[in-house]
């Protein structure tokens, strides 16, 4: 659910790496002011000798010092790159007013150095910390979540080995094409395989039957309900877009919607609308299999065929 969109997911607000963000702001607010009546506090408290970037819990931290030093995880606060010149002022020679620069060339382009030369070479003001990435070089909570999100996802994706991965282009599509939520909400359940179909509700052992209910001939799987199935197929032959389903080359509901967009609606005109038809014929199918199943009532294609022209007809009014 805390996945971004792009990766999947529903893009909602992880509170846990949040709440680091904020805890990762007030280090920041330590470091840039030592001085700080709260911040003298500490250090004479757990580091008086040491630096805040190195110390420790202990063994009697206060919850608050504990809670504190959760937000030194931030890669950008821990990084310390000793190759590299910590101050601007030890990359100046106060003498002859110029740069040395040789020790950190191979670290910065040829553009960045004659960038740095073209500068006054010395200054009476004081060194201050800065992060890279910043554009004023201070911390910024919402940045800090963000990356902090990013690291934890590639370490669960380098844990994990799912044994199939959606093409972003496909998230990307559902939550931006012009559509009610809960059609977006239904595509994104879909693709994901996250259905109430009858195979996998037999995998949650809620059912004893994976058969599909309206043919009763194969298993019921996302992709059987809304292209493979016979009476299916005859809503995408007899809608709007007239397209026969290729039985034999669907693996995934993902990838025949990556192959429609990229070579049946590539260059086409009226994409969008096609696109939108596409979604509307998917919610349609499934609604009628779900009125199978709970009413009792037969999937009709013309029926199904109908409402989806009915649908399309109001767009125009929630496209606006």
Same mark, same amino acid.
């Given at each position: ?18 709440? !680091? +963000? ?24 757990? $580091? ?10 202990? +063994? ?11 937000? %030194? ?8 790159? &000793?190759?590299? @010149? ?37 200054? *009476? ?9 910043? /554009? ?9 979540? &963000? ?15 799912? +044994? &199939?991965? %959606? ?15 809960? !059609?977006? @909400? ?56 007239? $397209? ?32 939108? !038809? ?5 919610? @349609?199918?499934? /609604? ?13 294609? *013309? ?18």
């Amino acid at each position: 659910m805390t996945k971004v969109k792009s990766m999947g997911g529903m893009g909602f607000r992880d509170l846990n790496l949040f709440n !680091i +963000s904020l805890l990762a702001k007030q280090c920041w607010k330590l470091l840039q002011n030592p001085k700080a009546l709260w911040a003298r506090v500490l250090k004479g408290g757990y $580091f008086p000798k040491g630096a805040f970037l190195n110390a420790k819990q202990g +063994s009697r931290a206060s919850w608050v010092w504990a809670s504190l030093l959760q937000g %030194v995880v931030l890669e950008k606060l821990t990084d310390d790159n &000793h190759d590299l @010149h910590q101050k601007v002022a030890e990359l100046m020679t106060k003498e002859n007013n110029c740069w040395k620069l040789n020790q950190i060339r191979r670290y910065i382009s040829e553009d960045q150095v004659k960038a740095i030369q073209s500068l006054p070479a010395y200054s *009476r003001g004081q060194d201050k910390m800065v992060l890279t990435g910043s /554009k004023d070089g201070n911390y910024v909570v919402k940045k800090g979540c &963000h990356e902090l999100k990013e690291k934890v996802m590639k370490e669960v994706e380098r844990r994990a080995s799912p +044994s &199939h991965n %959606v093409n972003g282009k496909v998230w990307k599509w559902i939550w931006s094409i012009s559509l009610p939520q809960k !059609i977006k @909400h239904f595509l994104w359940r879909a693709v994901g395989n996250l259905v109430a179909t009858n195979g996998n509700l037999v995998k949650r052992r809620i059912k004893m039957s994976e058969l599909c209910p309206v043919c009763l001939k194969e298993a019921e799987t996302v992709e059987h309900t809304l292209l493979l199935c016979d009476w299916a197929q005859c809503v995408w032959y007899g809608g709007a877009l007239g $397209f026969k389903v290729d039985c034999h080359r669907i693996t995934t509901l993902d990838q025949w919607l990556l192959q429609v967009f990229d070579v049946v609606l590539k260059g086409k005109k009226n994409k969008e609308w096609m696109e939108m !038809i596409i979604a509307f014929t998917c919610w @349609h199918i499934w /609604k009628s299999r779900c009125s199978k199943v709970f009413k009792g009532r037969e999937c009709d294609p *013309r029926k199904c065929i109908e409402r989806n022209s009915a649908r399309m007809g109001e767009a125009p009014e929630w496209l606006d």
